[in-house]
């Protein structure tokens, strides 16, 4: 069993006893204990995120209708605990009430057998996770520098391109709150959004993840901005718990985060390992470019993570890249061709791009460079930006 740390709320002594000759002797290590639920919520919600037990076995018989709401304090935090609820009977109103409320077990007497398998499942997905997270889940985050340069349909096209290449898992999640274009852009079929993930986090396991993600395409699946006005005001605390969840499910996550910068897109930054600014050749859009990279450096992001995209790129551009990369101070990571009719056509046709292409070449070229995946020169072309 991989080791668990536990916490404890336990009120009724028999139940007290039972437990903890039940837990005695196995691989958990309790980092508190309480005898009711806290008087005082905020200092315990902060000790509980400086502790983060894996799993708080609470006991729910005099709990009643409060119980939703106490799942809800424990799961607002960043360390995001399992509830294993206890009480002293079986009866099934009891116990459906506290699954729905987000308990992951429902424990009653006689405790020890069950709560040492509910221990091991635990365990076991724990660890698990743990290894999913080892070997994957990096995270790029597309910005466009102002609205119009191609973040999404850059987003969407790497995004499948990645799960095509690498045949790994792939999540493209929809961040921009308020344009929110990828589920139109790749036809998702789920009615579900992000949105339903964050108001549901003490629910967020793999199971519940699936029924809110779209896959009609191989090792690709996706999640789509909420459509609702009143659903597109989430916390960004809730937004980055979905993300951390995220990261432990997928072997690459591409982020698509709208138009310029935001408190929201701020405080992602410490789980995006690497950050796209996307911008035109237009001189508007490489200004709020330079505005953008100097802010997220001010932020404390590196600069060796962030990568400048010339989308939309034309053979008629007075600067050359090396005044472009002095004048933006990060390196052009990457240059999309400009076929504005053939993106409009495959979109109108409710389709991505082929790779065959020219925009669609650069894209997948794109995509392989983020996947690591080797691939041959590529042919020069009669009329190009760069040579």
């Known amino acids: 069993m991989y080791p668990l740390t536990v916490g404890l709320i ?11 000759q039940a837990i005695a002797g196995l691989p958990i290590r309790v980092v508190f204990e309480l005898s009711q639920l806290p008087s005082e919520w905020p200092p315990f919600l902060e000790r509980l995120d400086r502790i983060r037990p894996d799993v708080v076995l609470l006991e729910v018989t005099n709990v009643g209708s409060r119980l939703e709401d106490i799942v809800k304090r424990f799961r607002s935090t960043a360390a995001q605990p399992t509830i294993f609820a ?3 009977t079986a009866h099934p109103d009891a116990i459906l009430s ?62 499948a391109e990645l799960a095509r290449a690498t045949s790994r898992k792939v999540l493209l999640a929809d961040f921009d709150l308020q344009a929110g274009m990828v589920g139109f852009l790749t036809k998702a079929k789920s009615q579900y959004s992000v949105a339903d993930a964050v108001n549901n986090l003490q629910r967020l396991d793999y199971s519940y993840w699936q029924g809110l993600v779209s896959n009609g395409t191989p090792n690709l699946e996706i999640i789509t901005a909420p459509t609702s006005p009143a659903a597109k005001q989430l916390p960004a605390t809730h937004l980055k718990q979905v993300l951390a969840f995220a990261r432990t499910q997928y072997d690459f996550i591409t982020l698509d985060l709208g138009r310029n910068l935001n ?17 035109t050749q237009e001189v508007p859009a490489l200004h709020h470019a330079k505005s953008m990279i100097q802010v997220l450096l001010e932020a404390g992001y590196a600069r060796d993570s962030l990568r400048l995209v010339l989308n939309r790129s034309t053979r008629r551009f007075d600067v050359t890249i090396e005044e472009l ?13 400009n076929n504005y009719h053939a993106l409009h056509e495959a979109i109108s046709e409710g389709k991505l791009l082929d790779s065959s292409s020219e925009v669609g070449e650069d894209m997948a070229r794109l995509a392989n460079k983020l996947g690591g995946v080797v691939e041959p020169p590529p042919k020069k072309r009669k009329f190009s930006l760069f040579g």
């Open 98 to 159: 506290a699954l729905r409320a987000g308990a992951r077990e429902y424990l009653y007497p006689p405790i020890e057998e069950p709560l040492c398998a509910a221990f091991q499942r635990l365990s076991d997905e724990r660890s698990q996770s743990r290894q999913s997270s080892s070997r994957g889940g990096k995270t790029f985050g597309f910005l466009s520098a102002k609205g119009g340069c191609g973040a999404t349909t850059i987003a969407c096209h790497v995004s």
């Open 10 to 20: 336990v009120e009724t002594k028999e139940l007290w006893d039972e437990l903890q």
């Open 263 to 279: 408190p929201t897109t701020l405080a992602l930054l410490d789980l995006i390992d690497e950050t796209f600014i996307i911008t």
């Open 86 to 88: 206890m009480h002293s």
């Open 325 to 337: 990369e002095k004048m933006l101070g990060v390196p052009v990571y990457a240059t999309i061709a």
